[in-house]
């Protein structure tokens, strides 16, 4: 099955790994992931703090071209721009004016139809249809992920209908239950981890990281599972500076929700590149004998 | 010695709410300080006495001065807690972006130039080449950050600037998670079009 695929910047730059990860693990269950062509940057968080207007036009472009493409579904793996996109879908359906006036210049115009998923969206569909239980080859026993899911995934600065629990989502616990791995239960998981302020406020920002890690370590995580390339940066990153600082003698791996899937598939950490992590990703993994 | 209260003017207090809530799309009027979303902030530590309810009173009341220019406004982490906890559903995070917007438009300082900065790069970056390079966008926004603290002759600020981000840069290189190669979206003028015709007219 062909779905259309948005990687989105930084998938194309620090974090392709998970670009790389998110392609391997969807053939694996028979899901081809299509990049849609030529599409543009969503703009992020950042378009909305300088323009309103460009912050929609950014990634109406993308559903434009994703629909054009003649895809009825489109994955967004990274949490800002599957955000950015699902709430500007739906700020076109309120608003069609807006729609036709950024539809006069786009060369494929936005219809508004196309489903908009998370990463998680489409790993749950095959835990619902057993496809993906069925390719586990290894499970992943004596992992203790604390999941977490940061700001993107289930709060919008617009009403759309959340796919998951906004407090407490369940959708990564539920995939990792699949793979044999027991995720804890924790306070932080849906707590902001600064995203871009670890450049620009770093104070704020390594607060913020802070008490992620502080809890996740009080409740006997051994790592940590994100679905975000900018949680996983900063948490993975800017881990041994907050530890120093607080005196935590701990440091957690910090995998992407695609990495715990293709291990359970038996692919390897050199194929996953799991060896691009600033926090070692492999000794754990060793330790378990999952690898 | 006591505060007086701050006086209630409808003539000045009438157009700023009035704007921030066109602009933002927030009933700001609805809120009843209940202060759910001051429980919530994730920046709280940072901002101390500006909560997200004191904000809106203060836009409310009129306070322009304090309302355009304070903690909250420029360290918002866009985490959206507090509007998703609002029983009033009222989005703090789309009233100060809307701010930093108001605020530019008035030529104001920031609070925080670099926040400030970042965005404006950021964006800039994003349509120029209709797809954000990691490596020039950086380069752009501590280009930026040197030269204000040049300007002010902070030279220690620049020499602690650089080095930090060398130190993340080579280890950011050392595990093939810098990117040197260049990415753009053909039809990124369809976006500078949109941009350029709308600019006069949007909020
Ligand atoms: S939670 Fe909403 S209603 Fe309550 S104080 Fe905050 S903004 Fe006002
Ligand atoms: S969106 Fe901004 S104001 Fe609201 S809780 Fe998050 S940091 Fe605080």
Redesign the pocket.
């Known amino acids: 099955m062909d779905i259309g695929y948005y990687p989105g910047c930084t998938l194309h730059a620090s974090s392709s790994l998970y670009d790389v990860q998110s392609r391997r693990i969807f053939n694996e269950v028979g899901i081809n992931l299509k990049e849609i062509e030529d599409w543009n940057c969503c703009g992020a968080t950042s378009a909305g703090k300088v323009d309103d207007f460009l912050a929609v036009a950014m990634p109406a472009r993308n559903i434009g071209i994703a629909e054009a493409d003649g895809f009825s579904e489109i994955v967004i793996p990274c949490s800002a721009c599957y955000s950015r996109t699902l709430v500007v879908q739906k700020r076109l359906e309120d608003d069609p004016l807006l729609k036709n006036q950024i539809n006069t210049e786009l060369a494929k115009k936005i219809q508004g139809t196309i489903k908009v998923s998370s990463i998680l969206e489409v790993l749950l569909t095959t835990v619902a249809s057993g496809e993906l239980a069925e390719k586990v080859s290894q499970k992943l026993k004596g992992l203790k992920p604390a999941c977490y899911y940061g700001c993107m995934q289930t709060r919008f600065p617009y009403k759309v209908p959340v796919p998951d629990d906004v407090e407490n989502p369940q959708g990564m616990e539920t995939v990792l239950k699949v793979l044999g791995a027991q995720s804890l239960d924790w306070n932080y998981k849906t707590d902001c981890c600064g995203a871009s302020a670890a450049v620009n406020d770093e104070e704020a920002a390594l607060n913020l990281m802070t008490r992620i890690m502080k809890d996740a370590v009080a409740r006997g995580a051994n790592c940590f599972v994100v679905t975000c390339p900018m949680c996983q940066l900063n948490m993975d990153s800017y881990q041994d500076k907050i530890c120093q600082k607080h005196e935590i003698k701990e440091r957690l791996p910090v995998y992407f929700i695609t990495e715990m899937v293709g291990l359970a598939m038996g692919v390897s950490v050199e194929e996953l590149q799991i060896d691009r992590h600033f926090v070692d990703g492999s000794e754990l993994l060793k330790e378990l004998n999952i690898i | 010695m006591t505060e007086s209260a701050r006086e209630f003017d409808p003539e000045t207090a009438h157009p700023m709410v009035k704007e921030v809530m066109e602009r933002s799309q927030q009933n700001l009027l609805?809120?009843?300080?209940?202060?759910?979303?001051?429980a919530g902030c994730p920046v709280g530590e940072e901002t101390g006495y500006i909560t997200?309810?004191r904000l809106?009173r203060m836009i409310i009341l009129g306070d322009r001065e304090n309302a355009l220019n304070n903690q909250l406004v420029w360290r918002c982490v866009s985490c959206y807690t507090?509007g998703t906890?609002?029983?009033?559903d009222?989005q703090?995070a789309r009233i100060t972006d809307t701010i930093k917007k108001i605020a530019k438009e008035a030529h104001l300082d920031p609070l925080k130039p670099k926040v400030a900065h970042f965005h404006d790069t950021f964006v800039n970056s994003g349509i120029r080449w209709g797809r954000l390079n990691e490596m020039e966008f950086m380069s752009f926004f501590e280009l930026k950050n040197t030269l204000k603290d040049l300007k002010r002759m902070k030279f220690k600020a620049i020499y602690d600037e650089l080095m930090s981000k060398t130190k993340l840069g080579l280890r950011m290189a050392r595990r093939k998670r810098m990117h040197m190669g260049f990415q753009s979206a053909k039809g990124r003028g369809e976006i500078k079009r949109l941009y350029k015709k709308t600019k006069k007219k949007t909020v």
């Open positions: 609805a809120c009843y300080q209940c202060r759910r979303c001051a997200p309810d809106i507090c906890r609002c029983p009033n009222i703090t």
